[in-house]
């Protein structure tokens, strides 16, 4: 099992510049989840989805977009990059009603923009 | 406001002693508390939770006692070991986590030989 895949692990942007970070699982989980993590600022939601075609905002949506085509994959969307959206993106998935057992995380996107 | 509060940005516990990690929260919401650890240049690894029905969960080496009226957790790791050097996220959810978690700023765990 693959686990969650986050692509690329590396990236650097140019301010303005757009793209896409890209998340799959592989475990047929029903809840996907994006994280930000900045030096002393634990993990922050950004978006995250109860299932396909359902997505809502967590506490940092802006400057951020999502979509929730297929069960497996929840890529996130960079619209016009900023130097603050220099960070450490994470994706995580758990299968529904998780309660106690957790989301898996992904090995993270480091992002620098410039 | 943050709602999950690790107070302690680092902590320093010689091998075989016990750790010691605390969170605090603020929405009585809360119905499940996790903690995580991690490594770095890597993911968050699910570690054990406790039920907001419960007082306590332990798993091995890790137990994890909730105190509901002081909205207060910890973590304690008996003997720690080299290998529990991390830094350790304290999270919430509710209802399930459908709507994700709730995470403290984390404690920087470092165990000394």
């Known amino acids: 099992n693959a686990g969650v895949t986050q692509t690329p692990k590396f990236q650097v942007l140019k301010t303005g510049q757009s793209m896409t970070l890209q998340c799959a699982q592989d475990?047929?989980?029903?809840?996907m989840s994006w994280y930000r993590q900045d030096p002393g600022m634990g993990l922050r939601l950004i978006h995250y989805s109860v299932g396909a075609g359902i997505t809502d905002q967590g506490e940092v949506p802006n400057g951020y977009n999502v979509s929730r085509s297929t069960t497996e994959d929840f890529p996130l969307r960079l619209l016009s990059a900023a130097p603050s959206q220099t960070s450490v993106y994470f994706c995580a998935s758990s299968y529904g009603e998780t309660g106690g057992n957790g989301y898996t995380f992904g090995s993270g996107t480091r992002l620098t923009v410039v | 406001d943050q709602q999950v509060k690790q107070n302690s940005p680092s902590l320093s516990v010689q091998e075989g002693r016990i750790s010691i990690l605390n969170c605090d929260y603020t929405?009585?919401?809360?119905?499940?508390f996790l903690w995580y650890k991690k490594y770095p240049a890597e993911g968050p690894t699910f570690l054990i939770s406790i039920s907001s029905i419960k007082d306590k969960n332990e798993d091995g080496r890790f137990t994890v006692f909730l105190n509901k009226s002081a909205k207060h957790l910890s973590l304690h790791i008996v003997p720690s070991q080299p290998g529990d050097s991390a830094v350790y996220f304290c999270a919430a959810s509710i209802g399930g986590g459908a709507d994700g978690l709730t995470f403290g700023k984390g404690t920087h765990l470092i165990i000394q030989p």
């Open positions: 475990m047929n989980h029903e809840y």
């Open positions: 929405n009585s919401m809360f119905d499940y």
